[in-house]
DNA sequence: AAAAATGTTCGCAAATATACGAACAATAAA
DNA sequence: TTTATTGTTCGTATATTTGCGAACATTTTT
């Protein structure tokens, strides 16, 4: 076989992460949640920059990927960090992080 | 004005540092370079079931983000994580995660 | 029941991302 | 000077992402 490995489960689910991170919107939803300004849609969507389909979106896109979770109240929307997933995804930056970093015996110096 | 506000700094270096791993391919080239297994273009090729173009490809985003470094090493071509960078990414999102994670008078329990 | 408020979904357009083989460039080895 | 080795770049195809307005669905309010 020409290509023999492939992506270990830990790889796959920090890339997941890292991609539902990899938008300065996202980023801006997620630390707004995090500051517990408000956890309502309308709320969010003043904060940025975006119309409210677009805000919509980035929302799903950080639900399937399991940091937030959102429920209906009506008739708005209440969105909220998902704690369990959470504490996964900054367990694995964490640990990917310290990853030894670099060494001394680098074969970069 | 519709939309007053727009993204921090912070919010779109770290989006830009998360776009990157958000990949299993760059996700396992960083942990290949990290592990210091080797810093080649051929054996980080080998690790991945892709193709040599695509490799390639991966590295130059990588590159861009500012992630990683590569200097010809004739014939060869060492690529390294950029240690200056990758401190700050690795601040970047200490901090980002130990925003609070969530609090006691969180508005979703 | 009608009107207002709150979000989601749909349809579409434009931009990016992903992947590959083939061609190319540069150095090293024969 | 050929030939081999090592990667990058080019061209192309396909898929995904981003963004928006309009239409729609639901619940509240009037």
Known sequence: M???KSYTHKQEQ????AKAMGHPARMAILQFLLAQESCYFGDIHEELPIAK???SQHLKELKEAGLIQGEIEAP???????????ELAR???ADFF????????????
Chains 1, 2 share one sequence.
């Open 2 to 4: 020409e290509h023999p």
């Open 14 to 17: 920090l890339a997941r992460f």
């Open 53 to 55: 389909a677009t805000v």
């Open 76 to 86: 708005k929307v209440r969105y909220c960090i998902n704690k369990e997933n959470w």
């Open 91 to 93: 367990k694995l930056f």
């Open 98 to 109: 310290s990853q030894t970093g670099y060494r001394k015996e680098n074969c970069c110096q």
